[in-house]
């Protein structure tokens, strides 16, 4: 999960009126004006902005970027699945092509065939989700717009589009979801199209197949449904984009649904089984691991961001919520309630964060903290 924005807007905010009527903003970005046709999701003392477009990107806007701002009285309105589609196409390069499913729009130039296989695989993902939830008493509602996937043919094409927003890393991460655009963005691993057009034929099934039976394709398929989980949670009410959800909580979400099961064909089935990477990189962390270290995950994201740290932080996230899924489900859930009502661009300090944990899982740290180590180290 991604996260480009500067946030750097004035700590008090205060949330936009009723009403949703539609704005234009024109603003400076880096050396050239802008134009935005939108709504305001939420307004900065200082008038700073955080403008929503009507494809569901979020954009914070500094008051020295803002040129000019004007209201219209027509109301504000997402756009519709058709309109979305072409607005998409019109945005991507040439030589993309869209796919529909109940709640994907998938923008591939790779074969249909590996565009097909995200859908299902993303649909799956998305009932399996949506009734993990409500079998533990959370229903999660409907993403307002389709929930948008753009797969890339190949590294080439896939960099020059990521860039501007992963920099350096367009060479080294496969795909990602971002909390600016709502977009999660990839690359087709198994070369389905390259393959395809070797042959004169577009890249099939049964080479898609052949390619995630190897190893090394647990990764990729564990990559792609954790970014899909991360979306998911973000657009049906389980998380509030840009609130303060603390990333322990949100990454450990999708590491828990992320394991694949390459025993199936189709890549994925189960949730919640053992992760076998996360597990092995917990059990060898608790050797150096702080005894703090519980209330460090809770109330601070650096770990996570930090290179050096952020594999021990990602695995300690997993099997805290393992372990409070398997132990703890129904605090978990009333935690979980909390954490989703957070309004975007609120920040909480480590005591709030801290002080909300306790009151769902309880004031004794130290218990929780024993009983969590003793039943991981009990997992094989
Ligand atoms: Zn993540």
Same mark, same amino acid.
């Given at each position: 999960?991604?996260?480009?924005?500067?946030?750097?807007?004035?700590?008090?905010?205060?949330?936009?009126?009723?009403?949703?009527?539609?704005?234009?903003?024109?603003?400076?970005?880096?050396?050239?004006?802008?134009?935005?046709?939108?709504?305001?999701?939420?307004?900065?003392?200082?008038?700073?902005?955080?403008?929503?477009?009507?494809?569901?990107?979020?954009?914070?806007?500094?008051?020295?970027?803002?040129?000019?701002?004007?209201?219209?009285?027509?109301?504000?309105?997402?756009?519709?699945?058709?309109?979305?589609?072409?607005?998409?196409?019109?945005?991507?390069?040439?030589?993309?092509?869209?796919?529909?499913?109940?709640?994907?729009?998938?923008?591939?130039?790779?074969?249909?065939?590996?565009?097909?296989?995200?859908?299902?695989?993303?649909?799956?993902?998305?009932?399996?989700?949506?009734?993990?939830?409500?079998?533990?008493?959370?229903?999660?509602?409907?993403?307002?717009?389709?929930?948008?996937?753009?797969?890339?043919?190949?590294?080439?094409?896939?960099?020059?589009?990521?860039?501007?927003?992963?920099?350096?890393?367009?060479?080294?991460?496969?795909?990602?979801?971002?909390?600016?655009?709502?977009?999660?963005?990839?690359?087709?691993?198994?070369?389905?199209?390259?393959?395809?057009?070797? #042959? !004169?034929?577009?890249?099939?099934?049964?080479?898609?197949?052949?390619?995630? *039976?190897?190893?090394? %394709? @647990?990764?990729?398929? $564990?990559?792609?449904?954790?970014?899909?989980?991360?979306?998911?949670?973000?657009?049906?009410?389980?998380?509030?984009?840009?609130?303060?959800?603390?990333?322990?909580?949100?990454?450990?979400?999708?590491?828990?649904?992320?394991?694949?099961?390459?025993?199936?064909?189709?890549?994925?089935?189960?949730?919640?089984?053992?992760?076998?990477?996360?597990?092995?990189?917990?059990?060898?962390?608790?050797?150096?691991?702080?005894?703090?270290?519980?209330?460090?995950?809770?109330?601070?994201?650096?770990?996570?961001?930090?290179?050096?740290?952020?594999?021990?932080?990602?695995?300690?996230?997993?099997?805290?919520?393992?372990?409070?899924?398997?132990?703890?489900?129904?605090?978990?859930?009333?935690?979980? #309630? !909390?954490?989703?009502?957070?309004?975007?661009?609120?920040?909480?300090?480590? *005591?709030?964060?801290? %002080? @909300?944990?306790?009151? $769902?899982?309880?004031?004794?740290?130290?218990?929780?903290?024993?009983?969590?180590?003793?039943?991981?180290?009990?997992?094989?």
């Amino acid at each position: 999960m991604r996260c480009s924005m500067a946030l750097i807007l004035s700590s008090c905010l205060v949330a936009a009126g009723p009403g949703f009527a539609v704005e234009r903003v024109v603003f400076r970005h880096h050396d050239h004006q802008r134009q935005l046709q939108g709504r305001v999701v939420v307004e900065a003392q200082d008038g700073g902005l955080l403008f929503q477009t009507p494809d569901d990107a979020l954009w914070a806007i500094e008051p020295d970027q803002l040129v000019r701002r004007t209201r219209d009285d027509a109301p504000f309105r997402l756009y519709s699945r058709d309109k979305l589609s072409q607005k998409l196409l019109a945005e991507l390069p040439d030589g993309f092509d869209v796919l529909a499913t109940a709640h994907y729009l998938i923008c591939y130039n790779t074969s249909r065939e590996y565009a097909q296989w995200c859908g299902s695989l993303f649909e799956r993902l998305y009932l399996a989700f949506t009734n993990y939830w409500g079998r533990r008493g959370f229903h999660l509602s409907e993403p307002a717009l389709p929930l948008v996937a753009i797969v890339f043919a190949d590294q080439a094409s896939y960099s020059r589009h990521t860039r501007p927003e992963l920099g350096e890393l367009a060479n080294s991460i496969p795909g990602y979801y971002s909390l600016t655009t709502n977009r999660m963005t990839m690359l087709d691993l198994t070369g389905t199209s390259r393959a395809g057009r070797a #042959r !004169g034929r577009s890249g099939g099934q049964a080479q898609i197949n052949r390619i995630l *039976a190897q190893p090394e %394709a @647990e990764r990729t398929v $564990a990559t792609i449904i954790h970014e899909a989980t991360h979306q998911i949670a973000f657009n049906c009410g389980l998380h509030t984009r840009l609130s303060d959800c603390p990333m322990w909580f949100s990454e450990g979400i999708a590491l828990y649904f992320e394991t694949p099961d390459l025993t199936s064909a189709k890549g994925w089935k189960s949730i919640g089984a053992i992760n076998r990477v996360h597990l092995a990189q917990f059990q060898d962390y608790l050797h150096r691991r702080s005894p703090d270290a519980l209330a460090v995950l809770i109330t601070d994201d650096k770990r996570f961001r930090d290179p050096n740290t952020s594999r021990d932080a990602y695995c300690e996230a997993w099997a805290l919520t393992y372990y409070l899924m398997s132990r703890r489900s129904k605090e978990y859930v009333t935690y979980l #309630r !909390g954490l989703a009502r957070k309004k975007p661009l609120v920040w909480d300090d480590a *005591a709030t964060r801290l %002080a @909300e944990f306790k009151q $769902a899982f309880g004031e004794d740290l130290a218990r929780l903290d024993s009983d969590f180590v003793k039943f991981m180290t009990t997992l094989r």
